[in-house]
T-cell receptor, first 112, second 114 residues
Framework: GENVEQHPSTLSVQEGDSAVIKCTYSDSASNYFPWYKQELGKGPQLIIDIRSNVGEKKDQRIAVTLNKTAKHFSLHITETQPEDSAVYFCAAHSNTGNQFYFGTGTSLTVIP | ETGVTQSPTHLIKTRGQQVTLRCSSQSGHNTVSWYQQALGQGPQFIFQYYREEENGRGNFPPRFSGLQFPNYSSELNVNALELDDSALYLC?????????????FGSGTRLTVV
């Protein structure tokens, strides 16, 4: 089955700096890669996603890049704000399956 | 449009007991998936229900079972609880059985087994 690895497990940045979280996947059949933000006591919330036919996608301060050949994708957050502090999960999904495979999460702390 | 609601929010059970967790899917969604999230880990797929039938299962033993009702709400049942079953249980709904553009997750049920 699919194996998704995520790094780093914890990340601290100064407010206004950028944050980058990286994930790798193993199954070449995976073709959809969402990123979720999970705040304390809440369920994961979809923040951005990318399909395998696209290399990059941007939504205001967040962007995701995908390197299908190398099987890795990354989340980029620019101009970080304290409210960006949360746990971020990457995930992978393929049309041949019906489940998402999640990374182990990155705890992001933005220091004011 | 309502989101996904789960009940109860917190639950404490004794080892060996049985528990039922409930989920009301987002309006119009006909597929429900259940995930287990252990502390400090990513969610792990338990199973998915589509039109009241199980539509895929992860690596969980048969004591984890589920139901989906005609209104697309769902239950997760766990028998013979073990200490390792302590986790956040997440329900997620989506519109199609196949591709889902991400899920809509509920806030989860925190289960503690003592």
């Amino acid at each position: 089955g699919e194996n998704v690895e995520q790094h780093p497990s914890t990340l601290s940045v100064q407010e206004g700096d950028s944050a980058v979280i990286k994930c790798t996947y193993s199954d070449s059949a995976s073709n959809y890669f969402p990123w979720y933000k999970q705040e304390l006591g809440k369920g994961p919330q979809l923040i951005i996603d990318i399909r395998s036919n696209v290399g990059e996608k941007k939504d205001q301060r967040i962007a995701v890049t995908l390197n299908k050949t190398a099987k890795h994708f990354s989340l980029h957050i620019t101009e970080t704000q304290p409210e960006d502090s949360a746990v971020y999960f990457c995930a992978a999904h393929s049309n041949t399956g019906n489940q998402f495979y999640f990374g182990t999460g990155t705890s992001l702390t933005v220091i004011p | 449009e309502t989101g996904v609601t789960q009940s109860p929010t917190h639950l404490i059970k004794t080892r060996g007991q049985q528990v039922t967790l409930r989920c009301s899917s987002q309006s119009g969604h006909n597929t429900v998936s259940w995930y287990q999230q252990a502390l400090g880990q990513g969610p792990q797929f338990i199973f998915q229900y589509y039109r009241e039938e199980e539509n895929g299962r992860g690596n969980f033993p048969p004591r984890f079972s589920g139901l989906q009702f005609p209104n697309y709400s769902s239950e997760l049942n766990v028998n013979a609880l073990e200490l390792d079953d302590s986790a956040l249980y997440l329900c997620a709904s989506s519109l199609l059985r196949g591709f889902v553009r991400g899920y809509t997750f509920g806030s989860g049920t925190r289960l503690t087994v003592v």
